[in-house]
């Protein structure tokens, strides 16, 4: 199985970060994790280059720069890197007008509520890079 390198969390729960970094290293999909409080924190991120991250998962409501604020900012910024993005809107917003904006936006690949679970997580993997990982 090919892991990915990295996965960006963009959310200003720390509980919730929390769960979702713990979710997504215990399934071994990834060799590492970052995270960011909201989506000015998350560009710095993304601009330093360390971990340039195969899939971010994303809150819309944050403090400073908000997940769409974050995204029209990616938009600007996302063919400057080598290795394509997947955005998934993990949210706790079930406003349906969210749900048509994420999919406005040719870098999200989805849109489901918080919190992440392994079902969910190896769904999102199975869509989005399936030559990765072999699924039964």
């Not at 200003?12 to 060799?31: A, H, M, P, W, Y």
Request: proline letters at 3%; charged letters at 30%; one cysteine or more.
């Amino acid at each position: 199985m090919k892991k990915l390198k990295s996965v960006l969390l963009i959310d200003d729960d720390k509980d919730c970060n929390f769960l979702q970094k713990r979710t997504i290293l215990r399934s071994g999909c990834v060799e590492y994790v970052e995270v960011a409080k909201n989506g000015e924190m998350a560009l710095e991120l993304l601009k330093k280059g360390k971990h340039t991250p195969e899939l971010i998962f994303l809150d819309i409501n944050m403090p400073k720069m908000n997940g769409w604020e974050f995204l029209n900012e990616l938009k600007k910024i996302k063919d400057t890197f080598e290795k394509k993005m997947v955005v998934i809107m993990l949210t706790s917003s079930l406003n349906p007008d969210d749900r048509l904006l994420a999919e406005t936006y040719d870098v999200v690949g989805g849109f489901q509520s918080k919190y992440l679970d392994e079902e969910s997580l190896k769904q999102i993997l199975k869509d989005h890079f399936p030559t990765y990982f072999n699924f039964q």
